[in-house]
């Protein structure tokens, strides 16, 4: 099973600043298998990048994902105030099983 | 307008069954592989169940593997969970959700706004 680990747990920014979230899978896993959604208090997540870097419909340029081996990406260019949110990576490929990671929170500082 | 509504959540006793559905519109049901995700009140998300559009392919999570049982009826654009054994810790909010493509090797790209079951005497 491919264990996702996202970091950092918590990543405090100013609007108009970049920010960089990691998700880093346990095992090698195909770059075509992993998603991120974003997730506002109580609404369900929404995604936001497929197959590690493309652009759901509807989501702003300003996010991108990008990989490394077993390490991805999401990144903000200018996080503007309705990006302040929790971020989930998912594996949906064949793992077994699909997983998810355990979130980073965005928040204002 | 793409719409999922889950229905059939509640208070449930410990080692009890319950059977959640979600109701689909607004695209081709038989299309679109279908997935139930659970998230605990506070928590993160976990993948709970995923079937593909002909039920060809069922994939559960090792947490529910055994217990519960993921089907569709594609005639009634409707996903069902049979949960069966359950445990304080299936206390969680139930998301149905619909993937891209046929398979369940797809993201997400639809939620409902989920069904709340919960575990207690």
């Known amino acids: 099973e491919i264990v996702l680990t996202q970091s950092p747990g918590t990543l405090s920014l100013s609007p108009g600043e970049r920010a960089t979230l990691s998700c880093r899978a346990s095992?090698?896993?195909?770059?075509?298998?992993l998603a991120w959604y974003q997730q506002k208090p109580g609404q369900p997540p929404r995604l936001v990048i497929y197959d590690a870097s493309t652009r759901a419909t509807g989501i702003p340029d300003r996010f991108s994902g990008s990989w490394s081996g077993t390490d991805f990406s999401l990144t903000i260019s200018r996080v503007e105030p309705e990006d302040f949110a929790v971020y989930y990576c998912q594996h949906y490929g064949r793992s077994p099983q699909q997983t998810f990671g355990q979130g980073t929170k965005l928040e204002i500082k | 307008e793409v719409q999922l509504v889950e229905s059939g959540g509640g208070l449930v006793q410990p080692g009890r069954s319950l059977r959640v559905s979600c109701a689909v519109s607004g695209l081709t049901f038989y299309d679109y592989a279908m997935y139930w995700v659970r998230q605990t009140p506070g928590k993160g998300l976990e993948w709970v169940s995923g079937?593909?559009?002909?039920?060809?392919?069922?994939v559960y999570g090792d947490s529910v593997k055994g217990r519960f049982t993921i089907s569709r009826d594609n005639a009634k654009n409707s996903l069902y969970l049979q949960m069966n054994s359950l445990r304080a810790e299936d206390t969680a909010l139930y998301y149905c959700a619909k993937g891209r493509g046929l398979t369940i090797f797809e993201p997400i790209d639809y939620w409902g706004q989920g069904t709340l079951v919960t575990v207690s005497s």
């Open positions: 095992h090698s896993v195909s770059s075509s298998y």
């Open positions: 079937i593909s559009w002909n039920s060809d392919t069922i």
